[in-house]
């Protein structure tokens, strides 16, 4: 894909279903899932080998594992690379307490040597390729030396959220952070943070020389970002009509009806990724109002037939 653009792992959101039809809507080459706990992967917790579910379609299918102990995180990637995936990557960069407390992802931050022992054992473990997706520091920007050290140890790319832990999501990412990365290392880099628009990615392209871009919070609102970007890029016209919006959430329907998971997770999806892809776009507020009011996931589609038929009321 060119330019290279990715899917950003995101718990709660990036499972299988909302990979697969980010992979399908087009423009992303990668979509990397939820971080899943090495804990939980190797003490054989269900909710954690739920989370490794994927399409052929997905493919390269990434899978991001998150833990402090070496050894179970080396556990965790066996696991992972026994599962099929293309690609194993490293969480250090997730800033919640109880994650930091454990000693995993960005806590990893804070001590390199440990950090540099999780990713040279899972090297060792496995032949997939190995990724690492980091924050630009704890409290301060001193990631490089760190990616260097990645660097030596083999690790195939590198996505940085130009934020430190201690940021959190205030402020803004550090672009020029990402550019003095760029410059210092070798591998592939994927720059991170705040690209909200097509016009976003390609400054990011430009002001920090990264090898792709990685996208999160945009694509929840717009599935298309991706391709959008793509087709900005090639000069083409790029209209976010209401039914493209709605032919998404069609989509994304059909894929989560041949899940597993019970109605009332279905439900919960539809009405958390409909909400989402429905922001701004006409007769987005019925649509919201209208899954409010519903019980069960069979009666979306008839919401969404509403929200197609009636004329716009704004
Ligand atoms: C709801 C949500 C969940 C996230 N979960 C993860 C995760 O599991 N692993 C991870 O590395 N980053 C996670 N992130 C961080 C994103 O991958 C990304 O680095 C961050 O949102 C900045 O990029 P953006 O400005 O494009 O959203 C999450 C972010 C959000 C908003």
């Excluded at 806590?107 to 496995?126: C, G, M, P, T």
Aim: proline residues 4%; glycine residues 8%.
């Amino acid at each position: 894909m060119d330019p290279p653009l990715a899917l950003a792992p995101m718990a709660e959101v990036t499972d299988t279903y909302y990979r697969s039809l980010i992979k399908e809507l087009g423009g992303a080459g990668l979509v990397v899932s939820e971080f899943i706990s090495a804990e939980g992967l190797t003490r054989k917790n269900t909710r954690s080998h739920v989370m490794l579910a994927y399409s052929e379609a997905e493919r390269p299918v990434s899978f991001q594992i998150y833990g402090g102990d070496p050894d179970r995180m080396d556990e965790a990637a066996a696991i992972v690379e026994g599962e099929g995936a293309d690609i194993v990557d490293i969480n250090m960069g997730c800033p919640v307490k109880k994650i930091v407390n454990s000693g995993a992802g960005s806590a990893l931050l804070k001590d390199f040597d440990r950090a540099a022992e999780v990713v040279e054992k899972i090297k060792r473990r496995v032949s997939i390729p190995v990724t690492v997706k980091v924050r630009k520091g704890w409290e301060s920007d001193d990631v490089i030396p760190l990616l260097k050290r990645f660097e030596e140890i083999g690790v195939a790319a590198i996505a940085i959220h130009g934020r430190t832990r201690n940021e959190a999501y205030s402020g803004a990412s550090d672009w020029a952070y990402i550019a003095a990365v760029k410059r210092e290392l070798g591998i592939p880099l994927f720059g991170n943070g705040d690209v909200k628009s097509a016009a976003d990615a390609l400054r990011m392209f430009e002001e920090t020389r990264c090898d792709g871009v990685m996208i999160g919070r945009a694509a929840l609102h717009n599935p298309f970002i991706f391709r959008d970007i793509q087709a900005t890029v090639n000069g083409a016209a790029v209209t976010d009509e209401a039914e493209r919006r709605i032919t998404a959430m069609q989509k994304y329907l059909s894929k989560i009806d041949g899940a597993p998971q019970p109605d009332k997770w279905k439900l919960h999806k539809a009405r958390t990724v409909i909400g989402w892809f429905s922001k701004g776009i006409a007769n987005g507020k019925l649509l919201r109002q209208g899954l409010a009011d519903i019980n069960a996931v069979s009666e979306v589609q008839h919401l969404l037939d509403q929200a197609r038929a009636i004329p716009a009321l704004s």
